[in-house]
């Protein structure tokens, strides 16, 4: 069963996302803050690995980018596998940011296809 680490403040969003991939048979954990998340990431790489990372940019108690540093200094082969999403303009992000520079970002709102896309890409599930 591919597993999904699943980081979002907004309920609304990790509600919607967790019954897309539990119907699609995948197991999700979630963390609704950055603390959360950085429990879950400094469990790696002693617990099961995520074939998925998808984190909100901002995120209250730690950033998205601060998840994606601590991911690359735990375990660094989970990188390509991580996904931010954020609701800020990714066409016109500076360069040097996390978001110009992280090839995985997805825009909200986003579609479900635009996700499955993105899902297959990364994983090939």
Known sequence: MPRLFLIDDESGIRLALRRWF??????????????????????????????????????????????LARVADRVPALVPRFVLTTGEDVANAEPGTVLHDHPLVLQKPFDFTVLQALVQQVTGL
């Open 22 to 67: 539990e119907r699609r048979g995948w197991e999700v954990v979630e963390a609704a803050d950055g603390e959360a998340a950085l429990v879950l990431v400094e469990a790696l790489p002693s617990a099961p690995i995520p074939d998925l990372i998808i984190c909100d940019l901002n995120l209250p108690k730690a950033t998205g980018e601060t998840i």
